[in-house]
């Protein structure tokens, strides 16, 4: 998640704070030009990051078929039919 905090090293504190510097500079000198929209619209946007822990549950909802009534028979076009005997076979050539 975007934060305005840098907790991860001085290092990277020092460059978060020039960046902004640099920013802010190019959004005053430049106001007007696509530079200086770009430089304010960066601004708008922390620097830094926070780990947020989350859990998602992904086990699938409950259908609601565990009440002990009699499961439904399939539609009659869904029942099972035999399937149709081959045709035969011909023999094969000598050659």
Known sequence: KPSSEISVGSRLEK?????????????????????GMLASSELDNPIGW????????????????GNNNATPRPPRD???RPLATPPPKRPIPKL
């Open 15 to 35: 460059e978060g704070q020039q960046a902004r510097e640099l920013l802010t500079a190019v959004a005053e000198q430049h106001r007007g030009t696509p530079w």
């Open 50 to 65: 926070q780990w947020v822990e989350d859990y998602t549950d992904l086990t699938p909802p409950d259908d609601g078929r």
């Open 78 to 80: 869904d029942a099972a």
